[in-house]
């Protein structure tokens, strides 16, 4: 709920208050933003500074208002030239050369739904009444305006914001940056919790304090990025799962992103998110604008769990959408780990019918269909199967793979072209590069330059082609580099600042084109893995391949690293063969399927290579999973314990739980086998306190399991104390054996 009180705004959530108030001088002054809080009238004195401007070097604002300096200020977004010195929401650099603005209160405007940020993915209200705030202010010198809007999604304690900055000016001006959302706070002792890594090796939390100084997180490879997820959390003085006050933050954005958290010297801290302002630069006629994409704020004063499940619902709720938003997804095999390059028909075939009689659901052929793809030099952008491969057509194998009473997919990626194509030969000037200059390749291709809407026509029209070639019911979009000389021939110099941004917009035309001919398809984005993973390609595929990374414990870290910001419902997982072909590791069965099973589920190995008694645990495994699913898919996430690290003392321990709290699946999870260790303990969470429960090992509660009837308090409090649950074997009367990385799934009803 929004509410105006004289000159304090209010918005509130089911659990949460965010509230800011106009100060005489005309600025936007932040007041507070966390648990949720009552505001009777207007008079917000209490949360006023009280005190004169400390002496000292710090410039006031103006004669009329020397009481106040933007430097201490806490405000709703900040900019140069007139005392604040922290990082800056907003950037523009008038015709003059000057840079200084000043933006002021004009007037506001409530609504009802949720964002249309014209060409940006956003939120939607999913059926749920979203409130919305827009606060205009004008550059008290110039007039240039600027919008900021606040969105409320009650029900998950969710508040996004969005800024546009329009030039009501007679002249051009540029824009060199503009932050989506800032956060300031009047005290300090914060942790910046920012989820880093690479390719193979997605999202690892880094627990940074805000002590002073700046730390910024960000992405420059064109893309959100495995270096550096746009997610973020702030935490409050101490935190943990269960415990303390933390904020979430993400943005609905796959470019260049940006995230800054600063603490002054005066104990004031900012958090910033946005575009990436590095290689950014907006030209802006007269009339133009520009919007910054939808920031997603969050806040929890019950720890990190508390923060993920908000942020999960959102997700669930008002980032998905379309056929599969609340569909469970098919159970796949995928070709990549078992083929890599050498496919033929027979292969193809082979590996889905292996798939059908396992229970699979869906056969997705990977990479190599395509042209003369027999190796990744090669071939992209000439979507046409390969006849070597498909001596009858796609089609016909498709009709064959469906006959099987399975479903089909395919991977593309259509971004990209290798300079050895055909499509390159006839239009080497649709790429991203720079002329006259050596271009830096990426896994050998270029991108093709998709601020060109030339460029973004012939996609979709080369993609319905495919889509619309054979009965294909999935598609893997793949997009396999980092940008590199980055230069568009189609924008003039002074706009070659445009580019990344307007490649996101571009692809995001296309994807909105396809997905919306294409309504039945279920889509998976990838980017070399978990490169992409953002709310932006959310908005429009509802689930993302996390990672090449298919090691069961690093998969482990890298799964629960995204579940802090990202439901278990839009990562897919796939149990792979041994040794892995990432690591070399040897995990057990049990365990690659535990690690899977929390995500979206399949395989990625040659059934053909496996023995009958791994067989049979597969076909158990997809039997057990279709009867879970919508424990996993809908269900509140919890974790518990550390995270794999491979000599942990702990286990990780994970609990889903279903909306209604009748069944959950728990996991314990070991790195290192640890010797005269007889007992671990599990202890559920999210379970109704009083309500008894069945737990057991057995997904079937069969008569000869393990298992206890016990009540969800004791359950989730006490534990239960499990013998041969990390799969303990007697070597001999003795000594009891606990191998490494073993694994054990609990599954829990109420009885
Ligand atoms: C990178 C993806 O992440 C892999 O899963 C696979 O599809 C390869 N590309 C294929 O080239």
Redesign the pocket.
């Known amino acids: 709920m929004i509410r105006k009180l004289d000159d304090l705004f209010v918005l509130n959530t089911d659990a949460t208050t965010y509230a800011f108030r106009v100060t005489n001088g005309g600025h936007l002054k932040h007041l507070y933003y966390g648990k949720r809080i009552t505001f009777d009238n207007g008079d917000v004195s209490f949360l006023e500074e009280g005190r004169e401007l400390p002496p000292g070097n710090t410039s006031y604002y103006s004669d009329a208002h020397r009481h106040i300096s933007l430097e201490y200020l806490c405000t709703e977004m900040s900019s140069r030239g007139k005392g604040d010195l922290g990082e800056t929401f907003i950037d523009v650099t008038f015709p003059d050369g000057t840079g200084t603005t000043d933006f002021l209160y004009e007037g506001y405007e409530l609504g009802t739904g949720s964002p249309n940020l014209d060409g940006l993915p956003s939120s939607h209200d999913g059926g749920a009444k979203v409130e919305n705030l827009t606060v205009t202010l004008k550059d008290s010198h110039t007039g240039l305006t600027l919008e900021l809007s606040y969105f409320v999604y009650a029900d998950c304690d969710v508040i996004t914001r969005s800024s546009r900055v329009v030039n009501s000016l007679s002249e051009s001006v540029v824009l060199n940056r503009l932050m989506s959302s800032q956060l300031d706070f009047a005290d300090g002792d914060f942790t910046l919790h920012t989820f880093t890594g690479g390719w193979v090796n997605e999202m690892h939390r880094n627990d940074i304090p805000v002590t002073s100084g700046k730390y910024i997180n960000s992405s420059i490879t064109g893309t959100s990025s495995n270096r550096a997820n746009p997610f973020v959390m702030l935490s409050k003085g101490i935190a943990d799962e269960e415990h303390g006050d933390v904020y979430g933050l993400n943005l609905v954005y796959s470019g260049n992103h940006f995230e800054c958290a600063e603490k002054t010297i005066h104990g004031k801290t900012r958090i910033l998110n946005g575009i990436n302002p590095e290689g950014f630069s907006f030209v802006l006629e007269p009339g133009d604008s520009f919007i910054a994409p939808e920031s997603v704020m969050t806040f929890s004063p019950i720890g990190y769990g508390g923060m993920s499940r908000n942020m999960h619902r959102f997700v669930g709720h008002h980032i998905l959408r379309g056929q599969w938003e609340e569909r469970p997804r098919p159970v796949l095999l995928n070709s990549?780990e078992a083929c890599y390059f050498d496919l033929s028909e027979e292969k193809i075939l082979g590996l889905a019918q292996q798939a059908a009689s396992l229970g699979a659901e869906l056969f997705v052929l990977?990479?190599g269909w395509f042209g003369q793809r027999t190796e990744?030099t090669r071939s992209l952008g000439d979507w046409h199967p390969n006849p070597d491969i498909f001596p009858e057509g796609l089609a016909s194998c498709v009709n064959k793979i469906r006959d099987m009473g399975i479903d089909f997919g395919i991977?593309v990626e259509p971004e990209m072209v290798n300079v050895d194509s055909d499509l390159y030969r006839a239009h080497p000037d649709w790429v991203i590069d720079i002329p006259g200059r050596e271009h830096s390749e990426g896994r050998n291709q270029r991108l093709l330059d998709l601020t060109r809407t030339d460029v973004q026509d012939y996609i979709i029209e080369a993609m319905s082609g495919v889509f619309s070639s054979a009965d294909i019911s999935y598609i893997?979009w793949?997009m396999?580099r980092v940008f590199s000389d980055v230069h568009s021939r189609a924008l003039p110099p002074e706009r070659q600042g445009e580019v990344y941004h307007r490649y996101a917009l571009g692809l995001y035309r296309v994807m909105d084109a396809l997905t919306k001919k294409f309504p039945h398809i279920l889509f998976e984005g990838?980017a070399?893995?978990g490169g992409r993973t953002d709310l932006g390609m959310l908005c429009y595929f509802p689930q993302i391949?996390g990672s090449?990374n298919t090691d069961a414990i690093c998969r482990a870290d890298i799964q629960e690293g995204y579940s802090y910001g990202y439901p278990l419902s839009v990562i897919s997982a796939h149990v792979s063969t041994v040794p892995n072909h990432q690591t070399g590791r040897i995990t057990p069965m049990e365990t690659r399927y535990a690690v899977a099973s929390f995500g979206l589920l399949g395989y990625e190995l040659d059934p053909g290579k496996l023995s009958e008694e791994e067989l049979t645990q597969i076909k158990e495994q997809i039997a057990t999973y279709k009867e879970w699913r919508d424990v996993y898919f809908h269900g509140e996430f919890y974790r518990a314990g550390s995270s794999a690290g491979l000599a942990n003392a702990e286990p990780t321990t994970w609990t889903v739980v279903s909306p209604d709290k009748s069944r959950a699946i728990g996991m314990n999870l070991q790195g290192l086998g640890k010797p005269y260790s007889h007992f671990e303990f599990y202890k559920a969470a999210g379970l109704k306190p009083g309500s008894l429960y069945e737990i057991s090992t057995s997904p079937s509660f069969d008569e000869g399991s393990e298992k206890y009837i016990v009540r969800g308090d004791a359950l989730m409090n006490a534990g239960i104390r499990t013998r041969t649950f990390l799969h303990g074997t007697h070597i001999n009367d003795e000594i009891r054996h606990y191998p490494d990385f073993a694994a054990t799934l609990f599954y829990i009803r109420e009885r």
């Open positions: 990549w990977d990479d990744d991977w893997k793949d396999n990838c070399s893995g391949w090449d």
